[in-house]
């Protein structure tokens, strides 16, 4: 039991991301057929999960062009590299896949492993992707299973600090100890909704901040 540690699970795309990285894969590579998916999702058709499989692996580029897309077109919150040279305890969950955190945070030097990041798996064989889900979620809906990760971190005994924006980061949100919202993004409201324990962010430095205050 590690009693009195805390660590923090942060989502990648918008949190961490000033875009959705997937979404910028598609735009990219595939502009017409996010526009179909995308309605798809917009309208309950297809699943988040069947978004991301969907769109990621209708792409025809290699792996290389893959990080280099992300590399070009991916920028984040530059305060997050301050925060991970905080040493502060952290992972990375993520319902897009762990290539799209590794190949956006490159240019900043960030260089996590796949062991910092609970997220989805890419494999390339030349221009062909394929994606899995070593986390799924029992509905099968987001792909990733962020409540579980924050349980299993309670269960440890952590205090689990969650850090997200939108709907795949809910059910975490309902679980963790206490939440940061990314100001302005719809996870405001749901907390304001649900009750949640939560305070909205500019960016990681009054995170950093707010952890100093808890010592």
């Known amino acids: 039991m590690t009693e009195n540690k805390s660590i923090f699970l942060i989502d ?29 999702y917009k309208n309950g058709d297809i699943t988040m999960r069947e978004f991301v499989i969907f769109g990621l692996e209708s792409l ?43 190949g956006s ?14 997220s989805n798996d890419i494999s390339f064989e030349g221009n062909k992707i394929k994606i899995t889900n070593p986390f799924l979620d029992k509905e099968m809906y987001y792909g990733v299973d962020k409540k579980k990760a924050v349980e299993s971190y309670r269960k440890k005994g952590y205090k689990v600090i969650f850090v997200g924006d939108g709907p795949s980061d809910y059910r975490a949100m309902e679980t963790a100890d206490f939440v940061f919202v990314r100001k302005g993004t719809r996870a405001v409201k749901f907390c304001l909704e649900e009750n949640i324990d939560f305070l909205e962010f500019d960016n990681f430095n009054e995170i950093l901040e707010w952890r100093e205050n808890q010592k």
């Not at 290699?62 to 301050?82: G, H, M, P, W």
């Open 60 to 102: 025809n580029i290699t792996r290389e062009e893959y990080i280099a897309t992300l590399d070009k077109n991916v920028t984040i919150d530059e305060s997050f590299k301050d925060f991970v040279e905080s040493g502060t305890e952290f992972k990375i969950v993520s319902a897009g896949t762990r290539l799209n955190i590794q």
């Open 12 to 40: 990648f795309d918008v949190t961490i991301s000033r875009k959705d990285s997937t979404d910028t894969l598609l735009e990219t590579h595939n502009p017409e057929y996010k526009k179909i998916i995308r309605e798809k």
């Open 105 to 118: 945070l490159l240019k900043y030097n960030i260089n996590l492993t796949d062991d910092d990041i609970i």
